[in-house]
């Protein structure tokens, strides 16, 4: 299986976060990520959060999600911050709203599997750790680096060396000056068995009967 894109569903989501979030003048952040999640039909979405962030991505995220009708599942870092995203999300008025989690990535990670588009803030210090802990749906995913022109590791970020384990191969990537930089991956599995490992290729040996040439191919 494979994440498969729909236009339709991506323009309907597109259109309608921009009449939800009109009022917040953004630069088109929330409207991309949302027609994102929504066209490759993510059926779980997870996103970071931290008290002070800015709502207009959670709101196109939340959209996406019913789109799709999959889950919206947001971690924050603390009980203040639960309550302010809460409060905001609840004051736009999307129902139902999304799913809230407390804690550190290594605690709640094991208990969202399948995860098909995940959005981290590049603002936050354990942004690449929620990265590598994701457990992916086995169709692909689609990663998101928000305010990725915040990142103190800019030069040295890559997204080859967040899933590097050989259960992932990294499809394309792309860097997009929007708002204050996302960054966005697209990863499918590698077809490799669960139990093999990175550099664990197979060489198949095919002998032309014509030429008598020999050729070995790496599979």
Same mark, same amino acid.
């Given at each position: 299986?494979?994440?498969?894109?729909?236009?339709?569903?991506?323009?309907?989501?597109?259109?309608?976060?921009?009449?939800?979030?009109?009022?917040?003048?953004e630069?088109?952040?929330?409207?991309?990520?949302?027609?994102?999640a929504?066209?490759?039909?993510?059926?779980?979405?997870?996103?970071?959060?931290?008290?002070?962030?800015?709502?207009?991505?959670?709101?196109?995220?939340?959209i996406?999600?019913?789109?799709?009708?999959?889950?919206?599942?947001?971690?924050?870092?603390?009980?203040?911050? =639960?309550?302010?995203?809460?409060?905001?999300? +609840?004051?736009?008025? @999307?129902?139902?709203?999304?799913?809230?989690? &407390? #804690?550190?990535?290594?605690?709640?990670?094991?208990?969202?599997?399948?995860?098909?588009f995940l959005?981290?803030?590049?603002?936050?210090?354990?942004f690449?750790?929620?990265?590598?802990?994701?457990?992916?749906?086995?169709?692909?995913?689609v990663?998101?680096?928000?305010?990725?022109?915040?990142?103190?590791?800019?030069?040295?970020? =890559?997204?080859?060396?967040?899933?590097?384990? +050989?259960?992932?191969? @990294?499809?394309?990537?792309?860097?997009?000056? &929007? #708002?204050k930089?996302?960054?966005?991956?697209?990863?499918?599995?590698?077809?490799?068995?669960?139990?093999?490992?990175?550099?664990?290729?197979?060489?198949?040996?095919h002998v032309?009967?014509?030429?008598?040439?020999?050729?070995?191919?790496?599979?």
């Amino acid at each position: 299986m494979k994440l498969v894109w729909s236009p339709e569903r991506a323009s309907k989501a597109y259109i309608d976060t921009v009449k939800s979030c009109q009022l917040f003048h953004e630069s088109g952040v929330a409207e991309l990520i949302s027609a994102t999640a929504a066209g490759w039909n993510a059926k779980l979405i997870v996103e970071t959060w931290s008290q002070g962030g800015v709502m207009p991505t959670s709101i196109g995220l939340s959209i996406a999600r019913r789109h799709t009708g999959g889950r919206h599942v947001c971690i924050v870092p603390d009980e203040r911050s =639960r309550t302010e995203y809460a409060e905001r999300m +609840g004051d736009a008025g @999307l129902l139902p709203e999304p799913e809230v989690i &407390v #804690g550190e990535p290594e605690e709640l990670m094991d208990g969202l599997v399948g995860i098909d588009f995940l959005v981290v803030d590049s603002k936050r210090k354990d942004f690449t750790r929620v990265l590598r802990l994701a457990k992916l749906s086995n169709k692909g995913a689609v990663l998101v680096c928000k305010n990725a022109n915040s990142r103190t590791d800019s030069s040295t970020f =890559r997204w080859r060396s967040i899933l590097d384990d +050989g259960t992932w191969r @990294l499809v394309r990537s792309v860097f997009l000056p &929007v #708002g204050k930089g996302l960054d966005i991956a697209h990863f499918a599995t590698s077809g490799a068995s669960s139990g093999s490992r990175k550099g664990d290729a197979k060489w198949i040996k095919h002998v032309d009967q014509r030429s008598g040439e020999v050729h070995v191919i790496r599979r």
